[in-house]
Every structure is written in C-alpha cells, then in structure tokens.
C-alpha cells in the first residue's frame, strides 16, 4: 500500500478519504491551530471544537494527522523529510516549495496539484455547464444539493493518483497529475456536447420529466416523490392502465401508440399524479416490480440513513470514536468491498510522535 501525503481542502480530502478505504496510509498535514475542514459544521455538541465537526470526522476517517507550522523557517524542509519518504503527494493550495525541490526530495514521487479550485462551488457548478442541465425547462437554472463539485473533482483525483502510481510503478519515473475542477465537472457535460455535435440541438433543463419515455420522471404520492419508466414497450400500455385502473386512459385506444402518449403527455401525466397521490412510494415501488416496471423511490437522507440494505453491505457503519462515542457513517463502497473497518477521524497532531524523526532536522 502507498503513503499519500496531503494538503488539501474538500475535494482532495474526498479523494485521500477513497484512498483510505482501500487501506492506503494517507498522512495530512494541518496548521497548528487545524485545517479548514475540521471548523466546518455542524458539530457534534454543543461545544463545538477541532474534534467534533462533521466534516472532519468524516472525511479525514482512517488518516493521519501531522500538525506542522507552514510560517516557521523550516516548515518547507521537514514536509521535503515527509515527502521524500511518500509514494504521493497532493495539494490544492500555492506551496512554499518549488514543485523541482518535491522530486529532488524524491524522484518516483507521483505528484497531485488541484488547478481552478479558487472559486466558490456555485460558480464552478456553474461554469461548467451543469447548472444549465438542471431545474424546470421554464425556470432558472438550479444549484445541486450537496458538495458534489468538490466530491465529483475528488474522484477524479482519486483517480489520478492510482493511476500516478501505476505509471511510477512502470516507469520508476516522477509524474506531476494536475486535476482541473473545471475539467472534472465539465466531463458531467460530455454527454450533451457530443449531442449537439451530431444533432445541433442544444440539450435543456427538463424538469422532473424523463427525456426518452414519454411517461416517466421524478412523480409526487403520498409521502414524497417516486419515479418510474419504460412505459412505451410493447404491450406495457395495457399493463399500466390496468394497473393505475383510471376510467379516462382506458377509455382510449389510441393512448397505447407512443406518438400519441408524446401529443397528451401533459394529460396522461395529470391523471398519473392523481392516483400516485393515494399511495406511498414504497408501494408504489413494490407494485411497480411486480409488474417488471423499472421504478424507485426517490431517497431522502433519512431513507438512506435507515436503509437495511446500505447497513447489511457495511456501506454505513458504527466507528467507535473514543471521545464522541459511536458514529454512524458512510464508511463507503471500497471500505465496505474489502471488508475494513474505518478508524475514527484523527485528534489534531495525534501523529506528531510517530513521524518526530522524519521531520527532525
């Protein structure tokens, strides 16, 4: 397993969390006073502090933490003693190091620096394109929940690092990854330019409506929102009917023609809503299967959180924190896929000891 050093915010920390799923050693380096990550909140209690933010907890889980002063005079030689004995390093932010000085220190040193990360997430959501994809066609375009510019940019930071090191591994020669937040997201945006190339029709917001079938999208029932899809197979018009049993769609034959059902979308949509209205989204969903309909729930953060399933794969789990107690967290797909247990986020500092001689002069 690789020793991956990091100075990062969101998106790089994101990326060394994955790493450290898959049990690679990731060593972070933090200001004295703590990183950006650990003030973040909400915090657990209601004194909050370096420890208890859940940020922090989350996404440094399974690292080391290494409390380093980037003033002092020699900051920049004990992180060259860090790094000459890594196999990665990654940072986001301007160092005080020339990049020629990181592989004079180590030169099979697969180096990671994240460009174009200097602007708020809504403009880089933004630019990029993505937001144009997404709200009512009528409307403004809308911002998505979540960090998900800087989860999605650290994936592909995730990404770039094992393949810097497999190059290393092939080469026993230094690389320099740069991983663009622009680029990152931009490639979420593929899909339509090469739409337009072949069409010249420009891909737009869509709502809550799916694009290809003319009955499906994101519908509202009793307690949330459903979605189901592939109505215009053969012979599943009929089955559907029978299924929602609404006197005015069975009244007309000609419904069961997809031409049609494009001309009354509108129509056949409305009277859908109704009878969804009647039923929760679990049942739904259940009728749906047994009908071999494609058709899902549309989860909340409390959906996820008390999913059975998403607990029996060990996605979320108990990390017994020795200050905070047990914590129920994503320790996510790769942890879960090699059976590993992820160790409680680092107090700030812990592993000052464990490197004192690398970093002594």
């Not at 969390?17 to 060593?27: K, S, V, Y």
Request: proline share 7%.
């Amino acid at each position: 397993m690789a020793r991956i050093v990091e100075i990062t915010d969101l998106a790089g920390a994101y990326a060394t969390r994955l790493l450290a799923e898959a049990g690679h050693e990731i060593i972070r380096i933090e200001n004295p006073d703590g990183d950006s990550l650990r003030a973040l909140p909400p915090f657990l209690g209601p004194a909050p502090n370096h420890e208890t933010g859940c940020y922090h907890q989350y996404l440094n889980a399974g690292k080391k933490s290494v409390a380093l002063d980037f003033a002092a005079a020699r900051a920049p030689s004990m992180l060259l003693r860090l790094i000459a004995n890594a196999d990665s390093f990654v940072a986001d932010r301007n160092l005080p190091i020339e990049v020629s000085r990181l592989f004079e220190a180590n030169p099979k040193l697969v180096y990671i620096q994240v460009i174009d990360n200097d602007e708020p997430e809504i403009c880089a959501l933004a630019r990029s394109g993505l937001m144009s994809l997404t709200g009512q066609p009528d409307g403004t375009p809308m911002m998505l929940g979540g960090h998900i510019a800087s989860f999605a940019t650290g994936t592909y930071i995730a990404v770039g690092i094992a393949a810097g090191l497999e190059l290393v591994r092939q080469s026993s020669q230094g690389v320099v990854v740069s991983v663009s937040v622009r680029q990152a997201l931009e490639s979420f945006v593929e899909q339509a330019m090469v739409e337009y190339t072949f069409s010249g029709v420009i891909t737009e917001r869509r709502g809550s409506k799916g694009a290809i079938t003319p009955i499906s999208g994101s519908m509202p029932c009793k307690d949330g929102h459903w979605v189901i899809s592939q109505i215009n197979r053969p012979g599943r018009w009929l089955k559907f009917v029978e299924w929602v049993n609404d006197p005015q769609l069975a009244a007309d034959p000609s419904l069961g023609e997809e031409a049609q059902q494009m001309k009354r979308r509108d129509f056949i949509l409305d009277r859908v809503f109704a009878w969804a209205n009647s039923h929760t989204k679990n049942e739904l969903v259940e009728q749906a299967q047994r009908r071999h309909f494609p058709a899902s729930p549309v989860s909340t953060t409390l959906d996820l959180i008390n999913d059975p399933q998403l607990i029996a794969r060990d996605y979320l789990k108990q990390i017994e924190d020795p200050t905070l107690g047990s914590l129920l967290f994503p320790q996510g797909a790769i942890a879960a896929m090699r059976g590993r247990t992820m160790k409680p986020a680092p107090k700030l500092g812990e592993h000052n000891a464990e490197f004192l001689e690398e970093l002594a002069p």
